[in-house]
Every structure is written in structure tokens, then in C-alpha cells.
């Protein structure tokens, strides 16, 4: 066969190899503007119960889109789906966005682990369960817990249990300076208080198994098992005790049930943080030395926080982040 003069040849004569075309790839995703707003209300093994528009009834079983990638959907987060969200049987829609939060509950295992991990989003207050007697109290886990709540956005509530067998003045008094709303309960009373505080409101419960804690919520929500049931259902999920659980509130607002907890880690808290959360101790601390601790002398002698003119609150601060560095308060 002759040989093709060159001369004679144009662009239509060019040959592409096919394969994999050079035109990089665009990184512009859809915007989902017609997503299907939803709250997560429980999360098992890949895939997320969501109720759409927060309505328990109208539940949905979901997975994290592809363009999502590894960020994390946990419960009380705010979401947006797309796909099937009608909610019947062996239906799946897609979770392809995840709203700002306003407020992150977070612990790690304990103060050396790398590892945070997010217990609730959007929890707008932290009831904190602890036992009077039997269990008796863990002032330490107690502390823990406000910090925590203090450097992710949500009001603290302690929950004091079993007023039957002690009194609850001394510990009330610990919190006093911190205003700190403490609610007292027994179990052969009703909790009027306690339920008016949950009203309508996105609510967390921690606290050590045996405090109590299940109690509160078999009392707060009269179907719990079967609520719990249903809400796990699409998701074939495990008992509550295991992972955490939004379930409806009947006068309306949501109460988070967690697994029982040993330890509260606050590896990826800072003195800053906590700090941050007490208005008349924020400026003096930007003047504290590079790495302050604010925990004062000896361990910080150059803290500023002592300069403070109105200090009173000063002492359960340092209780608390001393309990966050690891110290005896």
C-alpha cells in the first residue's frame, strides 16, 4: 500500500486512540436544590433513619451519597435527600447534604486518644443523669460533661436520680456558682419539672449505666420500646443501648438516648475552649502567655484570669479544666 502524502492530509485524517478521554474531570457537583429536608434519628451499620421535615411519622431509611465522601451524619443532624422518600419497605434514599450544626456534642475515649467522636448534633441542651446513691455520684464525670457541653454549644442540665436515698443539697451546692439548672427526681414520683424542660426541645441524656437514665426515658416518652423499635426498624438496627437514638417527645421535641458511658475523654478540647464559654474571664485570657493552661499557680504563674475583678466563678472554672487536664480538682 503507497504511502499517504503528507501534503494532502487535514484534521479529519487525525486518529484517537480510544481509551480514556484527556478532558479532566469536572468537580462541580449537582446542588440538590429540591432535597427533601430530614432529621437523622438513628444510625446503623450504613445507613441513617431519617424523619423527613422532623415528622416521626414519616420516617426514611437512607445512605451517605458518594459525593459526601467520608463526612460524618450523625444523629440530629439536619440533611437533605434526594431519591425514593416515600419510607416504604426496601425503599433508599440518598443523603447528598449535611446543614451547618449548631451545637456538637463530642468525647473521645479518654485524654490520650486522637479519635473524637461525635455523639449528637444540634442538641440544643445536655441533660447530665447522675445517680445520688447506687451508683454514687462521679463529681469528676460531672465535670467532664460540662466541659464538653460548654465547648460544643449546648446548655448543661444536671439530672439528679434516686433522691429517695440521698440528699441532693451538697452536690446542688457544688454547681451553685456555674448556674448550672439541676432538676431532682425520684422514681415514685412524677417529674412535672423535668418534663417541661424537654418540651419542644432537642435533648441529650449521658450518664453511667445504672444512674437511671432509661428510666427517665421510658417515663418521657411512654412507647419508648416501640418507638425505639420503629425508628430502627428500616435500618435493622441493634438495641438502643449501643448506639444513640432521637425518639419523639408527645408534646412535641426529641429526646437523644446515648449508651451508657464509662469514661468522658476531652483530648480534643482545649483550656481556650473552655474558657471561651465564661464572658468575664474571655478577654483576660488573650493576655495569658502563650500555652496558658489557666489553671494559675504554680502550675501557671503568669495567668491573667487572676485579674479578674469579679472572680467568683473562678474556682469551678479551674475545677473544670483541671479535670480536662487530668488533675484532682
Known amino acids: 500500500m503507497a504511502a499517504r502524502d503528507w501534503r494532502r492530509l487535514d484534521e479529519s485524517d487525525v486518529r484517537v486512540r480510544p481509551g480514556r478521554g484527556s478532558r479532566p474531570r469536572s468537580k462541580r457537583r449537582p446542588e440538590h436544590a429540591d432535597a427533601t429536608r430530614a432529621m437523622v434519628v438513628a444510625v446503623d451499620r450504613g445507613r441513617w433513619t431519617c424523619a423527613v421535615d422532623g415528622d416521626p411519622h414519616r420516617l426514611v431509611t437512607a445512605m451517605r451519597a458518594r459525593e459526601l465522601g467520608r463526612t460524618?451524619?450523625?444523629?440530629?443532624?439536619?440533611v437533605g435527600l434526594v431519591g425514593d422518600v416515600s419510607g416504604r419497605p426496601d425503599t433508599l434514599a440518598r443523603i447528598v447534604r449535611v446543614t451547618e450544626r449548631t451545637s456538637v456534642l463530642r468525647r473521645t475515649a479518654d485524654d490520650t486518644d486522637?479519635?473524637?467522636?461525635?455523639?449528637?448534633?444540634?442538641?440544643?441542651?445536655?441533660?447530665?443523669?447522675?445517680?445520688?446513691?447506687?451508683?454514687?455520684?462521679?463529681?469528676?464525670?460531672?465535670?467532664?460533661?460540662?466541659?464538653?457541653?460548654?465547648?460544643?454549644?449546648?446548655?448543661?442540665?444536671?439530672?439528679?436520680?434516686?433522691?429517695?436515698?440521698?440528699?441532693?443539697?451538697?452536690?446542688?451546692?457544688?454547681?451553685?456558682?456555674?448556674?448550672?439548672?439541676?432538676?431532682?427526681?425520684?422514681?415514685?414520683?412524677?417529674?412535672p419539672e423535668l418534663t417541661e424542660t424537654v418540651r419542644g426541645r432537642v435533648s441529650a441524656l449521658v450518664g453511667h449505666s445504672g444512674v437511671g437514665k432509661s428510666t427517665l426515658v421510658n417515663r418521657l416518652v411512654p412507647d419508648a420500646g416501640l418507638a425505639t423499635g420503629v425508628v430502627t426498624a428500616a435500618g435493622k438496627g441493634r438495641h438502643t443501648s449501643v448506639a444513640a437514638v432521637a425518639l419523639p417527645l408527645p408534646d412535641?421535641?426529641?429526646?437523644?438516648?446515648?449508651?451508657?458511658?464509662?469514661?468522658?475523654?476531652?483530648?480534643?478540647?482545649?483550656?481556650?475552649?473552655?474558657?471561651?464559654?465564661?464572658?468575664?474571664?474571655?478577654?483576660?485570657?488573650?493576655?495569658?502567655?502563650?500555652?496558658?493552661?489557666?489553671?494559675?499557680p504554680p502550675e501557671d504563674p503568669g495567668c491573667m484570669l487572676d485579674e479578674v475583678e469579679d472572680k467568683h466563678r473562678l474556682p469551678s472554672l479551674r475545677r473544670l479544666l483541671a479535670s480536662r487536664a487530668g488533675l484532682e480538682p
Open 72 to 78: 460524618p451524619v450523625v444523629v440530629g443532624d439536619e
Open 252 to 296: 412535641g421535641g426529641w429526646v437523644v438516648d446515648t449508651p451508657g458511658v464509662r469514661s468522658f475523654g476531652l483530648a480534643h478540647v482545649t483550656a481556650d475552649d473552655i474558657v471561651a464559654a465564661f464572658e468575664e474571664f474571655a478577654e483576660a485570657a488573650e493576655e495569658c502567655p502563650p500555652g496558658c493552661g489557666h489553671l494559675g
Open 114 to 191: 486522637p479519635f473524637e467522636r461525635v455523639v449528637v448534633a444540634n442538641a440544643e441542651q445536655l441533660l447530665i443523669v447522675t445517680a445520688l446513691a447506687d451508683p454514687p455520684p462521679r463529681t469528676g464525670f460531672i465535670d467532664r460533661c460540662l466541659v464538653a457541653c460548654y465547648a460544643g454549644g449546648l446548655q448543661p442540665v444536671l439530672c439528679l436520680t434516686k433522691a429517695d436515698l440521698a440528699d441532693a443539697g451538697e452536690l446542688t451546692a457544688r454547681y451553685a456558682e456555674l448556674a448550672v439548672p439541676t432538676l431532682v427526681t425520684r422514681y415514685d414520683q412524677d417529674f
